[in-house]
């Protein structure tokens, strides 16, 4: 743990990991509080998923990989949309045709392509070893955009989120708001690839929310404190990985899940006393 903290002094990709540790808990707990609400999780995982065929085809294509997969994420978040409002596709049936169909062709350029991908395994499951500084430029740039959106924006948002119906009676553009937040969405699942890893990726977007919500439903403090246990299990995760050389992604995810079976043992408690209290 302590050669962790001092390393940052020393080696650049531990530097690297820490900040992105922070600023993919910034847009992670942005973005997901939002999608929990809206209960977007399997399109999330939809999203996530199909990225890799914009992966695979930059890998054939000698390309950057996160261009790659940036340009599929957006397409497939647009495409979902488009599936179910514009073509009367059942929106589960679209994600699902969408998340196979980008997995299949990613895996189908990656066998096309001659030799070995070398980080193909980072993209899986995720290595602080791959995390540079143009994925730290990257994402303090989305975190800006992000922050700046949802402060600006929060109201709309917050309607977006729990009723859609009321959001349409304030004259608020749904549509808009909907196809700029799964763009942010797709942009913060392709710039946390690199740290978790597509697998484990939607756990992330997820946990944190969920723990918070067993303890508030206020939509503010849900995005505040999913912001501080993301970036708690993603440290840990990264203590973890660090010290015992096995991929970041398992590691986070599983501190996070730690994370959350504590809270909810507090929670149970919390319940316990106040049931012995009421019957007093």
Do not use: C
Not at 8 to 19: D, G, K, S, T
Not at 54 to 60: C, K
Request: no cysteine.
């Amino acid at each position: 743990m302590f050669s962790f903290f001092s390393d940052i002094l020393q080696y650049q990709f531990v530097l690297n990991a820490f900040w992105a540790a922070l600023l993919v808990s910034v847009a992670a707990g942005l973005v997901g509080t939002y999608i929990v609400a809206r209960r977007l999780v399997f399109f999330s995982g939809g999203i996530t998923h199909a990225s890799f065929g914009g992966i695979g085809i930059a890998y054939y294509l000698g390309l950057n990989p996160i261009l790659g997969a940036m340009v599929f994420a957006v397409i497939t978040a647009f495409g979902v949309e488009v599936l179910s409002t514009k073509f009367r596709v059942r929106e589960d049936s679209a994600i699902g045709m969408l998340w196979s169909v980008g997995m299949a062709i990613g895996v189908f350029f990656v066998f096309l392509t001659p030799g070995y991908a070398p980080n193909l395994m980072s993209f899986l499951f995720g290595s602080i070893l791959t995390v540079s500084k143009q994925d730290i430029y990257l994402l303090l740039g989305l975190d800006i955009v992000m922050i700046s959106f949802f402060i600006i924006f929060y109201r709309p948002i917050l309607y977006l989120a729990f009723d859609p119906n009321f959001a349409r009676t304030q004259k608020i553009p749904e549509k808009l708001f909907t196809y700029i937040l799964k763009a942010f969405l797709a942009m913060t699942i392709v710039l946390s690839i690199r740290l978790v890893g597509i697998i484990l990726l939607i756990s992330l977007l997820t946990v944190p929310p969920t723990i918070t919500n067993l303890f508030t439903k206020k939509f503010k403090n849900i995005i505040f404190a999913s912001v501080l246990i993301g970036f708690v299990g993603s440290l840990v995760g990264l203590l973890i990985s660090y010290g015992l050389n096995v991929p970041s992604g398992a590691t986070i995810i599983i501190s996070l899940v730690i994370i959350f079976l504590i809270a909810r043992f507090f929670r149970f408690l919390r319940e316990k006393i106040n049931h012995n209290q009421f019957n007093l």
